[in-house]
């Protein structure tokens, strides 16, 4: 079973954690994960790559016009995902950079806020899918499979 727990940013009410040096909120909201940060950042730090074409977004205080990516990979504690779609936009609130969609849990994955503590705990069972990825524990240790090349993909438990 994955398991484990990130801390909370503690000055917030809402469940935002850091990731990568950046505040990451988890936004039950949001289809697809929204990033409010420089363009060479998403390039060089995840390996994304513009989509063609711009996309319409709104829900997040205002309608905009927003460019999409793929990322490379966007690690979350135990969890590692790649190729996954973002869309660049302004997300308005100063506090937070990146929101992910509790859709990213799906297919198995819970994550539970624990507000006195100031942590989030995520656990799933021992084979799951999460946003377009199939995870499965074999022999102690997480595969994930990578449908581009077809083979699994062994992650440090």
Same mark, same amino acid.
């Given at each position: ?6 801390? +909370? ?5 809402? *469940?935002? +954690? ?8 988890? &936004? ?21 790559? *513009? +989509? &063609?074409? &711009? ?103």
């Amino acid at each position: 079973m994955l398991d484990f727990e990130l801390p +909370l940013i503690n000055i917030y009410t809402r *469940p935002i +954690l850091k990731l990568y040096s950046i505040n990451v909120l988890i &936004d039950s909201g949001a289809e697809l994960p929204i990033f409010d940060i420089e363009e060479n950042t998403i390039i060089n730090a995840f390996g994304g790559i *513009p +989509l &063609d074409g &711009d996309c319409s977004v709104s829900g997040i205080g205002v309608t905009q016009s927003a460019r999409i990516y793929r990322i490379k990979e966007f690690r979350i504690g135990k969890m590692l995902y790649r190729n996954i779609p973002v869309i660049r936009a302004a997300i308005n609130d100063p506090n937070v950079n990146v929101l992910l969609g509790s859709s990213m849990f799906g297919g198995g994955v819970k994550y539970l806020v624990n507000s006195a503590d100031s942590t989030i705990r995520f656990y799933a069972p021992d084979e799951f899918s999460s946003n377009g990825s199939l995870w499965k524990k074999h022999n102690g240790a997480w595969k994930q499979l990578d449908y581009d090349k077809g083979m699994w993909i062994v992650h440090d438990n």
